[in-house]
Nanobody
């Protein structure tokens, strides 16, 4: 089992940037899959970005070219750098993880077993 704690959320104007952090503990092997997922009020939870190890990376179409997911293995931390934020990005952002065996899409909420409590991101026009 992996424990995850998100931080870095807040309020920002459209066009601005925020960087979210996900601190992991427990079982954190190098092949651990970590994802960022978000849920806006009245909408389904959706995948934003996912990373397995340091090389297998996926992004949702809505954030490609704007968001960057990365991992600091020494600190057991995964980041989500969010640039050129839009009002549509407003949501609760969750960090999630899955140990081996890996399955499904890195952007699917069903591909993850362990979840953080979330951090709110609010983008104003």
């Amino acid at each position: 089992q992996v424990q995850l704690v998100e931080s870095g959320g807040g309020s920002v104007q459209s066009g601005g940037s925020l960087t979210l952090s996900c601190a992991t503990s427990g079982s954190t092997p190098s092949q651990l899959r970590v994802g960022w997922l978000r849920q806006a009020p009245g909408k389904e939870r959706e995948g934003v970005a996912g990373i397995t190890g340091n090389t297998i990376i996926s992004y949702a179409d809505a954030v490609k070219g704007r968001f960057i997911i990365s991992r600091d293995s020494a600190k057991n931390t995964v980041f989500l750098q969010m640039n050129n934020l839009k009002v549509e990005d407003t949501a609760m952002y969750y960090c999630a993880a899955r140990n081996s065996p890996l399955y499904g899409s890195q952007l699917s909420p069903t591909a993850y077993d362990d979840w953080g409590r979330g951090t709110q991101v609010t983008v104003s026009s």
